[in-house]
Every structure is written in structure tokens, then in C-alpha cells.
């Protein structure tokens, strides 16, 4: 096949307008074209009112090798094959079958590629089916009845699931892991678009579904999920077969599981989990994150700036990426931004508050929201805990988060932005029509946070409003405590991937690896590729 690295053609086109335009670009006749395959598709906006699609595409034709020679913008199609794809069909005694901790991204694509490969993982998950646990979500943002094992964080899908469903990733794709994640995603039930669009995204209405089918996938192939089963202990650590000790949620019952491999998929806000693991003498270390507000404005707004009045009408929601570095030499940059979505009640303990965003597929919602963080180090944290402590990024978050709790007595604070950067209480501030997931109460959410992190930010706006014109307005609210950004803690892990302990693989966002669910399930596939070439080494 031939590789064509970018096409350009007008937003409004159709698949003949494509095929006329690859049939000029290669030099050859249109029925000459065999097959099509879009490896890449963005919008290009740089030069509104006229905006375009550029693409990245493979094409077969007839005589690719004159084609070739005569064209020098043309190159051959160099396809990245994922190596394990295809089952291999390893056997192991009940005793060696892998436990996977947790079944977020990482942990789904983990147990999935063991379970292709014969392995026969058990997963344990600490919260419940996504089928339950969108009832448990549905009664905190209505009701405020938190469930600290199954929420927004917790439970089967992981945090990814309760999000924008963003698919994008910066990690390079060397290996075909990303190819083979989109590839599983859509065998699934997510949409072909994933496959090619620059920035892919399924939405929570989706995500549900098909993370229920892989688990089902998962089980047909031999595997085990249980799920509202905790890690509560892992005993003869130091031994070959160590010995699991899990505890059920909702029976109170614990039992024992014994095992030679355990992948810690844990998420970013498994803390009890992390204070287990730190008692067990795993290494581990604190790691710079960021923190901040969240933003919503009218999704009009956004898509005019981006697209212009010309085709904002036309292009699905616009995002956008905002990034800016302050006068106290912080990173302040958008994340995370959810087009046509929500912000959300994100909390996971008693008497805390975080937020997170999310959208549904259609991004139909009528605002855009983003978080809006400030780089945070381990030199913030050492002002409130233990200098040594490798939790103490947490510590930092919690005492934050319960600031949050205790202004918007127990609900979601909210600020108009104007008010936000001027430092003054909203006042006629109709809050029923926000679009924000769980209840609110209109707060001081200026003073929320450490001067440093708040001047920071303030900066910042100002800079987003010069470049996205009217980014401060009247009508833009903030809501605090985006604080999960991601995993205030890294586990530490060796070439082959396990950490000071043999026989235990660190993995996924939650352990520090990755930023997202794309990179954490890539993380996934990572260490069990390595566990399935420890067994062809037996």
C-alpha cells in the first residue's frame, strides 16, 4: 500500500469527493483505487472561515510501484502489526493464573491479553459491575449518598468510565498497542471513528456497555472478575506463591488467594490501597501533579472561537488546549476539556469534595467544560507532612479537598468565574441550570487555595481570554476541587517491570505510568506481555 501523509479537503466533502482527491494525489485514475484506509483524520482550522479535514491514509492501486517512482510525496505503508495480537495459547496450573488488582483500563487490558493468551487471570475490583455501580452514582449526584468502594472512581471501568472517554495519547505507538486497544474498543462496540479521528471519543453512555462486553469476553476465555472484592493484605510477600488476602465489600467475608503474579492496576485515588503498599515495604515515591478548578462556558462560545460562525454549526463540538506558564514559574494549562458535557461529583471519601468532567457520546449538553490545574511539587507538599513520606502528595490533596467540603457544606462549591478572579462572593447567582453532576452551593471558591496556586491561575485566565476572546465573561462559572489530575505517588518498578518485589507488577495511572485511559491501558498490555514471556521462559 501507499502512504499519503497529508490531504486536505474541505469540511463538507463526501467519500467521492476523498476518492477523487487521493485518485489526483497518487497521479493515477479513480478506478484504480482498490481500498482506502484513513489512518488519521483532524481538523484543521488555522486559516478560518475556511476550515478543513486533513488526512493521513494508506491506499492500495493498481501499478503501486510506478506510482511510487513518479510521485515523491508518496512513501510504501508501513503497518504496525501488535505482536500479540493473536493468542498463543500458554497453559498454567490454577496456582500461577495472575491476580489483576483493579479493572480500570489498565487492569481490563491486562487481564484480556492474559485471558487471549491462556493465562486464566483473576481480577479483583474493589467496587461493583457497571451496571450497579451506575446506581450507586446515580444516588450520590442525586441523593449525596456516597458509596466509598463503588463511585466515580471506583468500580469496573475505573475513573475512565465516569469521564469524557477521551481516547487521545501522546505515548508513540511503536509497539501497536494503541492500535490494538482502539482496535478491541470497537470489536466492542465503539464507533469506527475511534480508529482514525485525531482526537477519538466514546462517552460514559458507551463506555458502560462496552467495558461490560470485554468483561464478558474476559470470563469466556477463562478468567475470573469479582467484583466489590478489596485487597486488604498480602502475606508471605517475600516468597515465590504469596498469598492475597481480599476482603468482600458487601458480605464482610475475606478469603485467601494464592499466586505468583499480581498486577497492581491500581487507579489514582486508591488511597487506602496505596497506605497498604507503602506497610508492605513497596518502594514507592511522591509524584509532582496538578490541581485546580474546573470551567464551564457556553459550548457556542468555544466552537465560534475555534471554528468560526461559518462552521461551528456544522463541526461537532470543539475542543480546546490552553497552556501558560506564571510570573511563580507554574505550569497552568487546560485538562481534560469535556465539549458539549458536564462537571462532576467526583469524591470517593467522606467529608472531602473533588470534581472531575465528563460528556456523553453526543457532547450534547450545551456547555463546555475543562479543568483549568496548576502544577503542584513535592516542595508544596513538605509545608503540610512528613518531608519522607511517599503519601504525603495525598495528604496534600485530602487537605484541600476537605477545605472544599467544609465550604460547600458537603456540595460541589461554585463561583461565577468573574468573581472567582476578583475575589468577591457571587451574588444573584442561579445555580439550577448549571450543567454539574450533584448538588452545589455558591461558595468563595478564591479562597480555596494557596496564593501561589490562585495567583497562578488568575494569570493565567487572563492570558486564555486574549486567546480565546471572551473566555471571561458573565456567564462562565468555576466549581472546585479538581484534584485527581493523577496519581500523587509512583511505584517503583525495574526493567522487567516488577517492583522491589518480585513477582508484583506496578501498572497503569494509579501506580504512575500513565495519564489516561489509552496510556494506562497500554501500561496494561506492557506488563502482561512481560508476565506471558516469563511463562515461555518456564
Known amino acids: 500500500m501507499l502512504h499519503i501523509n497529508s490531504l486536505q479537503l474541505g469540511v463538507h466533502h463526501d467519500e467521492n469527493d476523498l476518492r477523487k482527491k487521493i485518485a489526483k494525489t497518487v497521479g493515477c485514475n479513480i478506478d484504480e483505487i482498490k481500498s482506502i484506509e484513513i489512518k488519521k483524520r483532524s481538523v484543521d482550522a488555522r486559516k478560518k472561515p475556511e476550515i478543513f479535514y486533513s488526512y493521513s491514509i494508506d491506499v492500495s492501486v493498481c501499478n503501486e510501484e510506478k506510482y511510487l517512482k513518479r510521485n515523491k510525496s508518496l512513501s510504501l505503508a508501513k503497518p504496525v502489526i501488535y505482536a500479540y495480537k493473536d493468542a498463543k495459547g500458554l497453559k498454567a496450573a490454577d496456582i500461577k493464573r495472575p491476580v489483576v488488582v483493579g479493572f480500570g483500563p489498565a487492569g481490563i487490558f491486562a487481564a484480556l491479553l492474559l485471558a487471549k493468551n491462556g493465562l486464566k487471570p483473576i481480577v479483583i475490583e474493589r467496587g461493583e459491575c457497571v451496571e450497579e455501580r451506575k446506581e450507586s452514582v446515580d444516588r450520590f449526584w442525586n441523593e449525596g449518598k456516597l458509596n466509598p468502594e463503588s463511585n466515580v472512581s471506583f468500580g469496573e471501568g475505573g475513573a475512565g468510565t465516569f469521564s469524557d472517554g477521551k481516547l487521545n495519547t501522546l505515548v508513540k505507538d511503536t509497539f501497536g498497542r494503541n492500535k490494538f486497544v482502539l482496535e478491541t474498543l470497537v470489536e466492542y462496540g465503539a464507533p469506527k471513528e475511534i480508529l482514525y479521528?485525531?482526537?477519538?471519543?466514546?462517552?460514559?453512555?458507551?463506555?458502560?456497555?462496552?467495558?461490560?462486553?470485554?468483561?464478558?469476553?474476559?470470563?469466556?476465555?477463562?478468567?475470573?472478575?469479582?467484583?466489590?472484592?478489596?485487597?486488604?493484605?498480602?502475606?508471605?510477600?517475600?516468597?515465590?506463591?504469596?498469598?492475597?488476602?481480599?476482603?468482600?465489600?458487601?458480605?464482610?467475608?475475606?478469603?485467601?488467594?494464592?499466586?505468583?503474579?499480581?498486577?497492581?492496576?491500581?487507579?489514582?485515588?486508591?488511597?487506602?490501597?496505596?497506605?497498604?503498599?507503602?506497610?508492605?515495604?513497596?518502594?514507592?515515591?511522591?509524584?509532582?501533579?496538578?490541581?485546580?478548578?474546573?470551567?464551564?462556558?457556553?459550548?457556542?462560545?468555544?466552537?465560534?472561537?475555534?471554528?468560526?460562525?461559518?462552521?461551528?454549526?456544522?463541526?461537532?463540538?470543539?475542543?480546546?488546549?490552553?497552556?501558560?506558564?506564571?510570573?511563580?514559574?507554574?505550569?497552568?494549562?487546560?485538562?481534560?476539556?469535556?465539549?458539549?458535557?458536564?462537571?462532576?461529583?467526583?469524591?470517593?471519601?467522606?467529608?472531602?469534595?473533588?470534581?472531575?468532567?465528563?460528556?456523553?457520546?453526543?457532547?450534547?449538553?450545551?456547555?463546555?467544560?475543562?479543568?483549568?490545574?496548576?502544577?503542584?511539587?513535592?516542595?508544596?507538599?513538605?509545608?503540610?507532612?512528613?518531608?519522607?513520606?511517599?503519601?504525603?502528595?495525598?495528604?496534600?490533596?485530602?487537605?484541600?479537598?476537605?477545605?472544599?467540603?467544609?465550604?460547600?457544606?458537603?456540595k460541589v462549591p461554585v463561583q461565577r468565574l468573574v468573581d472567582f478572579l476578583d475575589g468577591v462572593e457571587s451574588k444573584d447567582f442561579e445555580t439550577e441550570d448549571l450543567k454539574i453532576k450533584g448538588a452545589t452551593k455558591i461558595s468563595r471558591v478564591d479562597k480555596l487555595f494557596p496564593t501561589e496556586i490562585y495567583e497562578s491561575m488568575k494569570e493565567a485566565f487572563k492570558d486564555f481570554d486574549r486567546k480565546i476572546k471572551g473566555f471571561i465573561n458573565d456567564e462562565a462559572y468555576v466549581a472546585a476541587i479538581e484534584s485527581r489530575t493523577s496519581s500523587p505517588v509512583r511505584i517503583s518498578r525495574n526493567e522487567v517491570l516488577e517492583s522491589n518485589i518480585s513477582g508484583i507488577y506496578p501498572c497503569g495511572e494509579g501506580a504512575g505510568y500513565a495519564g489516561g485511559i489509552m496510556s494506562a491501558a497500554m501500561d496494561g498490555l506492557k506488563v502482561a506481555e512481560r508476565i506471558i514471556e516469563s511463562y515461555k521462559e518456564l
Not at 462517552?203 to 458502560?208: H, K, P, Q, W
Not at 458480605?251 to 498486577?263: F, L, S, Y
Request: hydrophobic content about 35%.
Open 197 to 410: 479521528d485525531n482526537k477519538p471519543h466514546i462517552g460514559t453512555d458507551l463506555l458502560t456497555g462496552i467495558v461490560k462486553s470485554i468483561r464478558e469476553e474476559i470470563i469466556r476465555l477463562g478468567g475470573e472478575v469479582r467484583f466489590d472484592t478489596k485487597l486488604i493484605d498480602i502475606e508471605d510477600i517475600d516468597k515465590k506463591i504469596k498469598n492475597i488476602k481480599v476482603l468482600n465489600t458487601k458480605t464482610n467475608q475475606t478469603e485467601d488467594i494464592p499466586c505468583e503474579d499480581i498486577i497492581l492496576a491500581l487507579g489514582h485515588s486508591a488511597r487506602d490501597t496505596f497506605k497498604l503498599l507503602k506497610d508492605l515495604n513497596i518502594y514507592m515515591e511522591p509524584k509532582a501533579f496538578a490541581l485546580g478548578i474546573r470551567v464551564s462556558h457556553s459550548q457556542n462560545l468555544i466552537d465560534v472561537s475555534q471554528y468560526g460562525k461559518k462552521e461551528a454549526a456544522f463541526l461537532s463540538p470543539a475542543p480546546y488546549k490552553l497552556t501558560f506558564r506564571s510570573s511563580f514559574d507554574r505550569g497552568v494549562y487546560s485538562f481534560c476539556m469535556c465539549p458539549g458535557g458536564f462537571i462532576v461529583n467526583a469524591s470517593t471519601e467522606g467529608e472531602r469534595i473533588a470534581v472531575n468532567g465528563m460528556s456523553y457520546h453526543k457532547r450534547d449538553s450545551g456547555e463546555a467544560n475543562s479543568a483549568i490545574i496548576v502544577s503542584v511539587s513535592e516542595e508544596d507538599f513538605d509545608k503540610y507532612g512528613d518531608n519522607d513520606d511517599p503519601l504525603k502528595g495525598i495528604e496534600f490533596q485530602r487537605r484541600l479537598e476537605e477545605n472544599a467540603y467544609k465550604m460547600g457544606e458537603g
